[in-house]
């Protein structure tokens, strides 16, 4: 943990990864499921927060994956920590209030909580889902930067739903990766981080881009970098990334906190924040002001 970093570039950094990830949801929401011919026939190229979509979305509504980070932010500020059982009871109360959308692997998950009482549910080769993934913003904050704290964080929300090799893995890289936006580093580096899971666990391959970006993990991790790393700006890789259809809405969501931490929230355009409920934003940041002040970087002695 003997890193070098500026406190309050961090604090700007996740601000902008809570924010794009908000954005990058809302903005894919409105294309989740439809093809690559069907949003260019329909839109030309999606660049606006419309809303609509399947869910027929407000504009600017996000969906299940900006709302269940939410929970994880909540449960630490209610336990003043972390605590696998209050992330729990928050998915447990957002599941009863009725919300948008929850992926199937996600409601199964709750419900065994709900049920039993069950704080990780048993592996299962088939729950490869990338609705895990999408929740990993919270857990990267508060730990940074304790490498372990973050494994540790990663896994433990991730198998209150999803308990499965690839998305372990999927977790634990995008994880370390929002570690090393914090931290300022180059794309170059981060790509070397995507390319080790690919040694890894080769169905993450994102070159050559095979184009599939369903809700598979793998299959949402490869779309995510592939724009990620051939994206110039925030808009560029946000708009690719979404354009591709499928699951939209969470390779939105994903590669808007990776693309918000490293180009910073004035990296957004405007145009799509004005979208967004004050409300939403308005807790987006007390989320990032609170998970940084409660993380191992946070609780450093000042200069």
Same mark, same amino acid.
């Given at each position: 943990?003997? &890193?070098?970093?500026?406190?309050?570039?961090v604090r700007q950094r996740a601000r902008g990864a809570f924010l794009g990830m908000a954005v990058g949801d809302a903005l894919g929401a409105t294309v989740e499921f439809m093809t690559v011919p069907e949003i260019s026939a329909r839109y030309g190229v999606?660049?606006?927060?419309i809303g609509g979509g399947w869910l027929r979305l407000k504009a600017g509504q996000v969906t299940d994956d900006t709302e269940m980070a939410l929970c994880i932010v909540r449960a630490v500020a209610t336990s003043q920590g972390w605590s696998r059982e209050a992330i729990a009871r928050e998915f447990a109360a957002w599941l009863k209030s009725r919300p948008v959308d929850c992926g199937d692997t996600c409601r199964k998950g709750i419900r065994a909580f709900m049920l039993h009482g069950t704080l990780e549910v048993p592996y299962n080769h088939w729950d490869g889902g990338n609705g895990a993934a999408?929740?990993?913003? !919270? !857990? %990267?904050?508060? /730990?940074?930067p304790d490498g372990e &704290?973050?494994?540790k964080y990663a896994l433990e929300q991730a198998r209150l739903t999803h308990h499965q090799e690839l998305s372990d893995a999927a977790c634990l890289c995008i994880g370390a990766m929002l570690h090393l936006i914090l931290q300022g580093v180059s794309k170059n580096r981060l790509r070397r981080e995507a390319e080790a899971l690919v040694a890894r666990h080769h169905q993450f391959g994102f070159? !050559?881009?095979?184009? &599939? /970006? /369903? %809700?598979?993990? %793998?299959?949402t991790l490869a779309t995510v970098f592939h724009y990620f790393f051939k994206g110039r700006d925030f808009e560029h890789c946000l708009t690719g990334v979404v354009n591709q259809g499928g699951d939209a809405d969470t390779t939105g969501a994903i590669c808007g906190m990776l693309a918000g931490g490293y180009y910073g929230s004035e990296g957004i355009p405007r145009h799509w924040l004005k979208k967004l409920d004050r409300r939403l934003v308005a807790e987006l940041e007390r989320a990032t002001e609170g998970l940084i002040a409660a993380s191992p970087a946070g609780r450093l002695p000042g200069p």
């Open positions: 943990m003997n &890193l070098q970093f500026d406190l309050e570039e999606h660049r606006e927060i999408m929740r990993m913003l !919270p !857990p %990267a904050l508060l /730990s940074f &704290l973050l494994k070159e !050559p881009y095979r184009r &599939l /970006s /369903s %809700a598979y993990v %793998a299959d």
